[in-house]
């Protein structure tokens, strides 16, 4: 409304009727215009991967989102129907003021039309910054989430593996970062997501919106890797360890699920063994489906557990097509 009310022409030196049409049509250009990104947008959620969605309904009502979008289509539509009648209605007026009253009656109807929308004008708004914030990962792709307690190795797993430095993104709704590696086995492309803060802490300590962003990467297709650290120094006792791996399998369940029990090198041997002798009862329980003894800071170590992985799960998933 502001810059319709800026680039409201004077229309000095017009004929009157001149004055009136080209008055009408900034109106409609400014709300056209202004409006455009409407098209893109349908085009981007109609195709938007659930996961984003899961992101977006945290915040947002998909109901209200698609009320906002239909009134938007419909008052553009409007406002160029009444476009194309009232410019000729201005054109037929016969005295001054019959052309006053249709250019009221005119550009009245093109606002309120547009007024009625203004509610879901500022929803969209906040959706397409949203959006513009949206963390980079692609939910085509096969991924590996790596979950596990702090100081566990998650991110110097990401790191080693990693062919480029991990990008560093925001995670909707939540104080917390996510992290995304990149790897290439044989022809498939992975990618490695640690998201610090999330999957490493009961989501019995979360709050009700972290809890939604922890169960949106359900959405995303791969595999769980959680990480336990044997070693004397590690964050938590190796049984609430283990205890952590079960409370979160409810959120990401319907994944297979992997332990790596990291840091071996540093490892006690009867800690290794307890930890074996863990990770086996939860494969027994059907919380996992295998275990591999790591070392994230040496590549060939941590690649070959992400291979593995790979192997036994994601190329059964994502078949690679041939060229
Ligand atoms: N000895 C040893 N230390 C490791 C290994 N992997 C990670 N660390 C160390 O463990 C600490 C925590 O690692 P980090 O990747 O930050 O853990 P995160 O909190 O799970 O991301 C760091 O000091 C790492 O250098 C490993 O395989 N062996
Ligand atoms: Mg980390």
Redesign the pocket.
């Known amino acids: 409304m502001e810059r319709i009310r800026s680039r409201y022409p004077k229309g000095r030196g017009l004929k009157p009727v001149d004055r009136e049409i080209t008055r009408l049509q900034t109106i409609r250009n400014i709300i056209i215009d202004r409006t455009s990104f409407i098209k893109q947008l349908v085009r981007l959620l109609d195709n938007l991967h659930p996961f984003y969605w899961r992101l977006i309904e945290i915040e947002f009502n998909r109901d209200e989102i698609h009320k906002a979008i239909s009134c938007v289509s419909k008052s553009r539509k409007l406002i160029s129907s009444f476009w194309d009648k009232y410019r000729f209605l201005l054109l037929a007026s016969e005295t001054p003021r019959e052309l006053r009253r249709t250019s009221t009656e005119a550009r009245g109807r093109m606002m309120s039309s547009i007024k009625r929308c203004s509610k879901g004008l500022e929803l969209l708004r906040s959706l397409v910054v949203f959006l513009q914030h949206l963390p980079s990962i692609n939910p085509e792709i096969p991924t590996i989430i790596v979950a596990?307690p702090?100081?566990?190795?998650?991110?110097?797993l990401i790191k080693t593996v990693s062919t480029a430095s991990p990008q560093v993104a925001p995670y909707p709704f939540t104080t917390k970062n996510i992290h995304i590696g990149h790897y290439t086995y044989k022809d498939t492309r992975i990618q490695l997501i640690?998201t610090?803060g999330i999957l490493d802490r009961s989501p019995d300590e979360m709050n009700q919106v972290e809890r939604r962003a922890v169960a949106a990467l359900k959405e995303i297709p791969g595999a769980i890797l959680y990480?336990v650290d044997p070693t004397p120094t590690s964050y938590m006792p190796l049984q609430d360890q283990f205890r952590l791996l079960a409370k979160i399998h409810r959120y990401t369940g319907g994944k297979p699920h992997y332990i790596a029990v990291?840091?071996v090198?540093?490892a006690p041997d009867d800690t290794l063994r307890e930890a074996e002798g863990l990770a086996k009862m939860m494969i027994g329980k059907g919380l996992a489906r295998k275990y591999y003894h790591?070392?994230?800071?040496d590549h060939s170590s941590a690649s070959q557990v992400v291979d593995d992985i790979v192997e036994d799960s994601i190329r059964q998933a994502h078949p690679v097509s041939q060229p």
Do not use: I, Q
């Open positions: 596990g702090p100081s566990t190795g998650k991110s110097t640690d610090p990480l990291n840091k090198d540093e790591m070392v994230a800071k």
